[in-house]
C-alpha cells in the first residue's frame, strides 16, 4: 500500500426528491442503491449511494436532499459534470433508445474530448451527467478498472455502467487549480485543447481523470439541487489518509481534519474557492453492518445516531421499504 491518490471514489451531489432519484438511478440507470442512511451532519437529509453490485470505490455516486434548499445555479469554480463508464460506443445507440423510453432528457449528439466520446444526458433536476465510452479507456489500475454492474438491474449487462468516468471541473482561476492537482495531489497533467485540461491521477484511465475548464466570463455557482456537492478521490487506507491530513495541514489549506463516516474515512478540503474535495479510503466498505439483499431496503444508521432513529425516521419520506 502506498499514500497516492488513485482515482475518484465518489461523486456527491444533490436531489430536489430522493423517491425520484431512487427511481431515476435504480429502475432507469440500472444502479445499485447500496446503502440508504442520512447526513451525518445534517440528520434530517438522506444519504443514498448508488453503485456497482457490491458499492465498490469508483463506482458510487452519492445524493443529499437538504430541505428547502434552492435550485443550483451553474456557474464557475464548481464541479459541473459527471460521467458513468459504458462499454463502448456501440452501447449509446442502447442507451438512446431507454432514455427515449423513460422521457429522460439527453443532447442529440455525441462530443469527443481527448480520445473520449460522450452523450450527455440530464435527470428531473437538470442534473448533468455524460455516458462515455470505455473502449477507449487508454489504461487502469487495480481501482478504477470495470466493475460489476449489479445482477439484479433491468439494463442489458453487454451495455450497463461499469463505473464512474471523468469528472468535469469548471474554474475561473486555471494555475491555482493547475497547482494544486499537480503539485499538491499528485496528479499528471496528460493534454490541453483551448481552455481545457485534462489531469489523470495514478495512472487509473478514464476512472481516475478530471477535466479542467477555464472560463472567467460566467459568474460563480450556485449550489443547490440539480447540482454537485463534492468531489471524492480513493486513498488506499487510514494510513494514507493521515499522511494527505498532515500535508494538507501543513501548506496551509481549509480542511476537517479525520472524518470517520462509518463506512470509510475521510478527510474534506477546498482546492480552490467554490469547490470541495474529499480524500476517502477505500473501506471498511457499505456491507459492514447489514446483509447483500437488505442493502438499500433498510434505513442503516452508524452506532453514535442509532438512538435517534425514531426522531431520523420522522422526518424522512419513507421510500424502497418492505411492505408489512
Known amino acids: 500500500m502506498g499514500t497516492n491518490i488513485r482515482g475518484i471514489h465518489h461523486l456527491t451531489t444533490i436531489t430536489s426528491d430522493s423517491p425520484k432519484i431512487w427511481d431515476f438511478f435504480t429502475n432507469k440507470l440500472g444502479l445499485h442503491l447500496i446503502k440508504k442512511t442520512v447526513n451525518q451532519d445534517d440528520v434530517r437529509t438522506y444519504h443514498l449511494y448508488f453503485s456497482d453490485d457490491q458499492g465498490e470505490g469508483g463506482s458510487v455516486l452519492t445524493f443529499f436532499d437538504f430541505p428547502g434548499i434552492q435550485k443550483a445555479v451553474f456557474g464557475t469554480d464548481e ?20 432514455f427515449d423510453e423513460f422521457g429522460i432528457r439527453y443532447d442529440s449528439k455525441t462530443y469527443e474530448l481527448f ?95 478530471v477535466i479542467t475548464l477555464l472560463s472567467r466570463i460566467i459568474p460563480r455557482g450556485l449550489q443547490g439541487f440539480g447540482g454537485p456537492h463534492h468531489l471524492a478521490f480513493i486513498v488506499d487506507d487510514e494510513e494514507a489518509l493521515n499522511f494527505w491530513i498532515k500535508r494538507l495541514q501543513e501548506l496551509g489549506f481549509q480542511d476537517s481534519g479525520f472524518v470517520d463516516r462509518f463506512y470509510f474515512k475521510s478527510e474534506y478540503f477546498r482546492p480552490t474557492p467554490g469547490i470541495l474535495f474529499e480524500l476517502a479510503t477505500n473501506g471498511p466498505g457499505f456491507l459492514v453492518d447489514e446483509t447483500y439483499e437488505e442493502a438499500g431496503v433498510h434505513l442503516e444508521l452508524p452506532p453514535f445516531l442509532e438512538d435517534m432513529r425514531t426522531q431520523i425516521e420522522a422526518n424522512l419520506v419513507d421510500f424502497n421499504s418492505p411492505k408489512n
Open 79 to 98: 464541479i459541473s459534470r459527471t460521467s458513468f463508464r459504458v462499454p463502448s460506443q456501440d452501447s449509446f445507440a442502447y442507451w438512446q433508445a431507454r
Open 115 to 209: 480520445g473520449a466520446t460522450y452523450l450527455n444526458f440530464y435527470d428531473f433536476d437538470d442534473q448533468r451527467y455524460a455516458l462515455i465510452a470505455d473502449d477507449t479507456n487508454p489504461r487502469h489500475n487495480e481501482l478504477t478498472g470495470t466493475h460489476t454492474p449489479w445482477r439484479h438491474s433491468s439494463v442489458d449487462p453487454q451495455h450497463a455502467i461499469v463505473g464512474l468516468g471523468l469528472e468535469l471541473l469548471t474554474i475561473n482561476n486555471h494555475d491555482a487549480m493547475d497547482m494544486v492537482l499537480t503539485k499538491v495531489m499528485g496528479a499528471e497533467k496528460i493534454d490541453t485543447k483551448g481552455d481545457y485540461a485534462l489531469y489523470e491521477f495514478d495512472h487509473g484511465g478514464y476512472g481516475a481523470q
